[in-house]
């Protein structure tokens, strides 16, 4: 079964730091491309991060750029979020989703989230 299970969220003063992981399985990673999303209450889901299959290209909303820096590790089937001078409204649900274009289909797998809350 397709898995995709993050970690690493957590409740962080403003400023501070914390890196989040995606760990996949079920599926050959290394075709995919990987993205961050994030939502935060009362707001529409939004792209944070993405990363290329071979990790040779990367894009990251403008709120971010600068702060968080996206990685994957195709031996490990891992993808990273680092984040940095954390912001109160960097708060959300964090998502991990690999997406993959076919000839005939497209493939799209998504985590459940992990929660990050920036408060003092």
């Known amino acids: 079964q397709v898995q995709l299970v993050e970690s690493g969220g957590g409740l962080v003063q403003p400023g501070g730091s914390l890196r989040l992981s995606c760990a996949t399985s079920g599926f050959a990673f290394s075709p995919y491309s990987m993205s961050w999303y994030r939502q935060a209450p009362g707001k529409e889901r939004e792209l944070v991060a993405a990363i290329s299959s071979a990790g040779g290209r990367s894009n990251y909303a403008d709120s971010v750029k600068g702060r968080f820096t996206i990685s994957r590790d195709n031996v490990k089937n891992t993808v990273y979020l680092q984040m940095n001078s954390l912001k109160p409204e960097d708060t959300a649900v964090y998502y991990c989703?690999?997406?993959?274009?076919?000839?005939?289909?497209?493939?799209?797998?998504w985590g459940q989230g992990t929660q990050v809350t920036v408060s003092s």
């Open positions: 989703n690999a997406h993959k274009r076919a000839l005939m289909r497209e493939y799209d797998y």
